[in-house]
C-alpha cells in the first residue's frame, strides 16, 4: 500500500491557476503510475489525468486537454496537477489514486482524502 495526501486546493477565480500536490508514503512511490481524479456534488467521479512511473507517458481527460499538466518528482514522492484558465465547471473535489498497472488501468489501488478546488469570481 501507499498513503496519499493532497494538498494545495482552494477557492480561485475564474481563468486563474491553481497546482495540487499529492504526498506519497508507505510504500516506494516509484512503483506506482498516479492519476488524478475529480468529483463535482451529485456527478460521477471523472478521470483528470494519469502519469506513468517514470513519468514519461502522461494521459488526460478531454475536459482538462491543454489546461491542466500531472507531472512527479519521485525523489520527492510528489504527484503535481498544474491547473491552468480555470473554470467554473472545474469546480469539484480533486483526489489523487495509485495504481501498479499503466496509465491505462482504470482500477486504483490506493487514494487520496481528496481536496477542494472552488473557481468562482
Known amino acids: 500500500q501507499v498513503q496519499l495526501a493532497e494538498s494545495g486546493g482552494g477557492l480561485v477565480q475564474p481563468g486563474g491557476s491553481l497546482r495540487l500536490s499529492c504526498a506519497a508514503s508507505?510504500?516506494?512511490?516509484?512503483?506506482?503510475?498516479m492519476n488524478w481524479f475529480r468529483q463535482a456534488p451529485g456527478k460521477e467521479r471523472e478521470f483528470v489525468a494519469a502519469?506513468?512511473?517514470?513519468?514519461?507517458?502522461?494521459r488526460y481527460g478531454d475536459s482538462v486537454k491543454g489546461r491542466f499538466t500531472i507531472s512527479r518528482d519521485n525523489a520527492k514522492r510528489t504527484v503535481y496537477l498544474q491547473m491552468n484558465s480555470l473554470k467554473p465547471e472545474d469546480t469539484a473535489v480533486y483526489y489523487c489514486a495509485a495504481t501498479l498497472g499503466t496509465t491505462q488501468t482504470t482500477r486504483m489501488d490506493s487514494w487520496g482524502q481528496g481536496t477542494l478546488v472552488t473557481v468562482s469570481s
Open positions: 502519469i506513468s512511473w517514470s513519468g514519461n507517458t502522461q
Open positions: 508507505g510504500r516506494a512511490f516509484t512503483t506506482y503510475a
